[in-house]
């Protein structure tokens, strides 16, 4: 039988009813919320332009996206729904992400704050072992094959495929260090990272002043010197007072000698690695033997800084206080080679060659890369995507201390001076060789080999060892740490 | 009828806790517990860390598969060339740099110590060095030592044009070990002298009225009650220069992990850069206790030999007897 209501339990019910009709009328009506910002306004075109097929007589008309204004002004926009939130731990170098950088972004994007490290490689090993990597790292392309071994890498191209400000296909072609299907396949695949800028790194600098004291011309600007060549052009150049130098006849960046090697053996289609970079072979490759032996001679003829006659500082600052002649770093160093006295004086040169066939690639590409155990990837990618996008890249772009990692933003690099604009035709013409990709090894540390080298280089000037040794020497140490890094990783 | 005399009562709990010996061992406790836990956290911690890293193939980043390997980094240790070189670098340094560093200090020390104007001044001069960071000392030198653009070089090419001695490079180690000696000068003077100035008047006015001569005076009087302090600092500065990393370092040629050169390629440096070029963590925390291991030895050694050489009040006392 049922109950009938009570007239109590009537008003009750009514009563509810009622403060709920209320109370939702009285909800406050969602207004949309309204938020003054400064709003950066990139403005690009897509034009028309007619390219020649690298190697081929063949002329074809390409469409190519450049930024044509940059501004940034306050504007009313719509609040942006729930955002991305999350402390993003970024371990640079504070010169290269400044604190106002960083306040700017933070004030851009309420919610993500960024927790600055500077780069140290003890912290950072302290903070892989605590399990505690940084989010986005500082890195540069020999350490991605070893990152990649050992699965410390966040896989960003599903962001690259819907970011509306880095787009895979703006990369330049540096950033394809930062691309690999595996450790040893570096150059396409899945993208782990960018660079920030790039140069094609086999560059010369000549300073003309000390050709003229030699008696000698300028090189032409659009024609490659054989490394031939420039092994002669450096005893010509060197100056000598007694045992004393006075002149460097050339200069390279001898910590990174085996990139310069790597380089060199792949215009013979030669590897420094075989049996997939499992071991070094030097003395079983007789390319490989010919280009040691070229750098040794450098060094044994004093023509560059070697372990016997070292630079008091490093060969740039030889090269700007006008004691070193011609000089082998990439664009980059277009920013500071001219000082007060090298002003004016200073010429960018092709890339030299060793058998003829032109390679210019970056063997650096500084960049960062997102931790793999990062657990704000959403609010990292967010610091990725403004710091390699946004302003800190148009920044940089600016600078003239290196090619802007977007292709889109290639026109931003400095061209007023004449010097700004010789350096700037060498470097488009260099862009055509500059697509190819070194392999690092992936069981190596990043200076193992230019350091074994340069420990057995001082052994073999002072005559301890003979040349064929010191190459002997260098294999074996190199391949020990080869099977370590083997043991460690695989 | 004789009395049973009942067994000693041991205190009650309360009363031991609350007894005055042990209210003075929880004091006692309490008043070191800041110094005990930062040592057993900052020094016992990581050594045991470090012990138990030296068994492992851990290179700073493999922790999730790293290996034991047991004693294969000790043994590889005596089988590596440059571990045997260095170590040989290292004693040759350590020979060469704690006598001349001793014996100027000394000498310093025995100036400073005469009552002439201006002491005050020179006593702040020649510690002066010694507080110069490090850095900005090394800098000086390598433009000093140059071997293309050195004062040093160019001095000498006045007497003999176009002179390129490689002060840092093939002769690295004098150029070490003069930037060791002048840098660690005061250091020495200063601890010199605060013994010189212990020995008593008494002792020279004596010597002196017995018709000993200034020379006699030292021989036997200054040196036999300075010989504590020598043995401090020969213990302290044999410890030091064994483990000498930073000058080598900094004066090795700029570049990015540019190797110093073989003549200052000390037993540090090679562990270095094992640790942080090669990334044998394993490796270099073996080489760091077999290290430890050799400076307990000198050490013991030169302890050894206190006896012999040390003057101390309780040994003459004993033989007074």
């Known amino acids: 039988m049922t109950r009938r209501m009570t007239r109590r339990e009537l008003l009750r019910v009514g009563g509810?009813?009622?403060?709920?009709?209320?109370?939702?009328?009285?909800?406050?009506?969602?207004?949309?919320k309204v938020v003054e910002k400064e709003v950066t306004k990139i403005v690009?075109?897509?034009?028309?332009?007619t390219i020649i097929v690298e190697g081929t007589p063949q002329v074809v008309e390409k469409e190519v996206t450049r930024i044509i204004e940059v501004t940034k002004a306050p504007e009313a926009i719509a609040a942006p729904p729930a955002a991305v939130e999350g402390n993003v731990v970024v371990m640079h170098f504070r010169h290269e992400l400044t604190e106002d950088e960083e306040n700017q972004f933070e004030a851009d994007n309420p919610g993500i704050t960024i927790e600055f490290v500077a780069a140290d490689l003890t912290r950072f090993f302290a903070m892989c072992a605590a399990g505690t990597p940084p989010d986005l790292l500082r890195c540069q392309a020999p350490s991605i094959p070893q990152f990649l071994a050992r699965k410390m890498l966040?896989?960003?191209?599903?962001?690259?495929?819907?970011?509306?400000?880095?787009s895979l296909d703006d990369l330049a072609p540096a950033n394809s260090y930062y691309r690999g299907y595996s450790p040893v396949a570096i150059g396409d695949g899945p993208i782990y990272g960018m660079c920030k800028d790039w140069s094609p790194d086999f560059t010369?600098?000549?300073?003309?002043?000390?050709?003229?004291?030699?008696?000698?011309?300028?090189?032409?600007?659009?024609?490659?010197?054989t490394y031939q060549e420039v092994f002669e052009l450096a005893r010509q150049l060197a100056v000598f007072e007694g045992e004393r130098v006075v002149m460097w006849g050339y200069g390279?960046?001898?910590?990174?000698?085996?990139r310069i090697?790597?380089?060199?053996?792949?215009e013979l289609d030669q590897s420094l690695y075989a049996d997939s970079f499992t071991r070094i072979d030097l003395t079983g490759n007789e390319h490989a033997q010919a280009v040691t032996k070229y750098y040794f001679d450098l060094a044994s003829e004093n023509l560059v800084a070697n372990p016997l006659n070292p630079s008091p500082s490093w060969n740039g600052e030889d090269f700007t206080k006008g004691t070193l002649a011609l000089l082998q770093f990439g664009y980059w160093y277009s920013a500071s080679a001219e000082s007060d006295i090298t002003a004016g004086q200073v010429v960018m040169l092709p890339a030299p060659t060793w058998a003829g066939v032109r390679r210019d690639p970056t063997m650096t590409a500084t960049g960062m890369v997102m931790a793999a155990a990062s657990k704000v990837p959403d609010a990292t990618w967010k610091v990725f995507e403004w710091y390699n996008g946004l302003e800190p890249a148009i920044a940089r772009a600016g600078g003239g201390w290196g090619v802007p990692a977007l292709k889109s933003m290639y026109d931003l690099m400095p061209s007023e001076t004449e010097y700004q604009q010789q350096v700037q035709r060498v470097l488009q013409e260099e862009f055509k060789y500059a697509k190819v990709t070194l392999q690092f090894n992936p069981f190596l540390g990043e200076t193992t080999t230019a350091d074994v080298w340069a420990k057995n280089l001082e052994l073999g000037l002072r005559g301890d060892i003979t040349f064929d040794e010191l190459l002997a020497n260098v294999e074996t140490e190199v391949n020990t740490a080869i099977l370590e890094g083997v043991d460690r990783i695989a | 009828m004789s009395t049973v005399q009942s067994p000693a009562r041991r205190p009650s709990i309360r009363r031991r806790l609350s007894s005055r010996s042990w209210r003075r061992t929880v004091a006692f406790y309490t008043f070191i517990a800041p110094w005990l836990i930062g040592f057993v956290l900052l020094t016992v911690l990581p050594l045991v860390l470090g012990f138990l890293t030296s068994l492992t193939n851990y290179d700073g980043l493999n922790l999730a598969n790293i290996k034991f390997v047991g004693l294969r980094n000790y043994t590889r240790a005596f089988a590596d060339i440059d571990t045997r070189f260095s170590l040989g670098r290292t004693l040759t340094w350590s020979a060469l740099n704690m006598p001349i560093w001793m014996i100027l200090a000394f000498i310093l020390a025995l100036l400073l110590n005469r009552d002439v104007k201006g002491q005050g001044v020179f006593r702040t001069l020649y510690y002066l060095p010694s507080v110069i960071p490090v850095v900005a000392t090394v800098w000086v030198w390598k433009i000093f030592l140059d071997r293309n653009y050195g004062l040093l070089n160019a001095i000498i090419s006045l007497f003999r044009?176009?002179?390129?001695?490689?002060w840092l490079s093939t002769h690295a180690l004098l150029g070490l070990t003069a930037i060791a000696v002048w840098s660690g000068l005061g250091w020495g003077m200063v601890v010199f002298l605060a013994g010189l100035q212990g020995i008593p008047d008494e002792l020279v006015q004596a010597a002196r009225i017995d018709g000993a001569n200034s020379w006699q005076v030292f021989r036997h009087v200054t040196i036999p009650l300075m010989t504590p302090v020598i043995f401090f600092v020969l213990v302290n500065g044999l410890i030091s220069s064994f483990q000498q990393l930073v000058l080598p370092l900094l004066l090795a040629p700029t570049g990015m992990n540019v190797p110093p050169p073989r003549s200052s390629y000390l037993y540090m440096i090679h562990t270095y850069r094992q640790i942080f070029v090669y990334q044998r963590f394993g490796y270099g925390t073996a080489l760091l206790w077999l290290l430890f291991i050799v400076i307990m030895i000198v050490t013991l050694l030169v302890f050894r030999t206190e006896r012999y050489w040390v003057y101390s009040e309780a040994a003459v006392g004993e033989e007074g007897r």
């Open chain 2, 161 to 166: 044009p176009g002179t390129a001695i490689p």
């Open chain 1, 16 to 32: 509810l009813g009622s403060m709920v009709a209320f109370l939702a009328a009285c909800q406050p009506k969602v207004v949309e």
């Open chain 1, 204 to 225: 010369l600098f000549a300073y003309k002043p000390a050709f003229e004291e030699a008696g000698l011309d300028v090189p032409d600007d659009t024609t490659p010197l």
């Open chain 1, 261 to 266: 090697w790597m380089n060199v053996l792949g």
């Open chain 1, 44 to 49: 690009k075109e897509v034009v028309k332009e």
């Open chain 1, 154 to 166: 966040y896989d960003l191209t599903p962001y690259f495929e819907i970011s509306d400000v880095l």
């Open chain 1, 252 to 258: 390279y960046g001898d910590w990174w000698v085996d």
